[in-house]
Structure formats: structure tokens, C-alpha cells
């Protein structure tokens, strides 16, 4: 779902919200303000700690951790979309290959018949 974390859009699972919320109540928000770059989707595309600024390495820790689970969840999905793909690719051949065996077996029975 997408939240808004450091005046940024960003797609969290609700752990990971939860877990936000309890580094911002310890840490505050604004370490969060320009950490960050993400897509329209809410993907983190790059993490950028400020050189003059100390932020913690929780926080820090947490957005790549953020980022590698959303690259994850993606890949997640197309793997989901190949296998479906690869079952109706198998169905479709199961049915062709029936439709090959009737035929063989009406061609046997013709050949018996003559």
C-alpha cells in the first residue's frame, strides 16, 4: 500500500508501516525529508544520506531494506506471471496432445477395419 513517508510516496507491506511508525516516534520524521528517491509507484529507486547531516543507521538500514523487499515483491510477481504462463502453455499442449492421441487411435481403428 502506498503511504507517505518523508513527504515521499512509498509502497510498504503494513510491517513495514508499523516499523516506520516506531522509528519515527524514536527518531522523529524529518531524518526522513530527502533520504530518499522513489517512482510515481512508490518504489525507492535510490537511498542518499546527506554528508552534512547524522542519521541513524536504523533508519538508513530500514529504507534499504525497504527497497530490496519492494525489488523482491516485483520479481515475486513476474515469477508468478512466467509460471502462469508456463501452465497454460502445458495445458494448452496436454489438450493438443489428446486431440494427436484420438486421432492416432481412429486412424489404428480405420486401419483395422480394411
Known amino acids: 500500500m502506498i ?17 516506520y511508525c516506531s522509528l519515527k516516534e524514536q527518531f522523529g520524521d524529518s531524518d526522513f525529508i530527502g ?3 522513489t517512482d510515481k509507484n512508490g518504489i525507492i529507486l535510490s537511498v542518499n544520506p546527506p554528508v552534512n547531516k547524522n ?16 525489488r523482491i515483491r516485483v520479481l515475486d510477481s513476474k515469477i508468478n506471471k512466467v509460471t502462469n504462463l508456463e ?6 499442449l496436454e489438450v493438443n496432445n489428446i486431440i ?4 492416432n487411435l481412429e486412424k489404428q481403428n480405420l486401419d483395422r477395419k480394411t
Do not use: P, T
Not at 55 to 70: K, P, R
Not at 87 to 92: E, L, R
Not at 100 to 103: A, K, N, T, Y
Open 87 to 92: 501452465i497454460k502453455v502445458d495445458n494448452f
Open 55 to 70: 542519521i541513524s543507521l536504523g533508519i538508513i538500514f530500514f529504507l534499504l531494506n525497504i527497497m530490496m523487499n519492494q
Open 100 to 103: 494427436e492421441r484420438l486421432e
Open 35 to 37: 533520504l530518499f528517491k
Open 3 to 19: 503511504r507517505a513517508v518523508g513527504n515521499k510516496r512509498l509502497d510498504l507491506s503494513d510491517s513495514e508501516f508499523k516499523y
